[in-house]
């Protein structure tokens, strides 16, 4: 499996299925185990990795959002305590994204060795800057509403570290499926975390995660300036064409952009 990064306790494993990113962070005796996705032996790989290094540690899985392809190796890691958000926790539809997994595994012909459930939350984030400590260190979470209803973004002051879950990719253009406005509003609370904690790596869903301040600033600019455009009322197509071939994939993003625009028109 590829590892982006192997830097003082954190990992960043990166599935070879929509370039989702996995990571574990070791904060005290505990690990956190965040996303890990999502064939088999990338979840395989990324267990047998905990093995190696952290079988001493309290293992917790921290899920950014409900997603099925975010939530799809839960079942692997039995002993773990669940952080998400309580929106996650309460999901009105939990069967409609297990069964995204089972036609997505029988699509493949994919077969797990662990059983595909929804996550059962133990520590759900209920509100803006909600926090936990665990031994000296301070983790925060904040809601992340806009591209679902059930995200949250978590910062490690001590590390300068934050964990977006589907924001600020640098292969896929926003794609909103709860509100134009709210994703705008975690944008800016993005920018608003990035300056108060300094931070200096984001781990992001999809593709490749932030080490600069430089690449920080280029991807929310332009996120910001694409969503902006649906609340404003003004979209430009050129725009939109040059937002989307730079993030590359040129095909999938058109049918990303396709979506947000058949979302916008029901709205
Ligand atoms: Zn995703």
Redesign the pocket.
Known sequence: MKIQLEDRGITIFESAI?R?CSAILEVDNNIFIVDPNTLPLEIEYVKSFIQKNYSAHKPYLLFT?A?Y??IIGYGAFPHAEVIAGADLADLHDKNSVLNQIKSFDSMFYIKRNYPVLFPKVHHPILENEDKLIFGNTKILFYSAKGHVDNGIITVIPSQQLCIT??YLSNIEIPMVEYSFGEYLETLRLLGKIAEKYNISRFII??GDYISTQKEFKKRWEADIRYVSMFVSGLIEDSVCKRIISEKGFEEENHKIHQKNMDFYSIK
């Open positions: 929509y989702t959002h997603d392809d975010h879950g589907d869903g999809h």
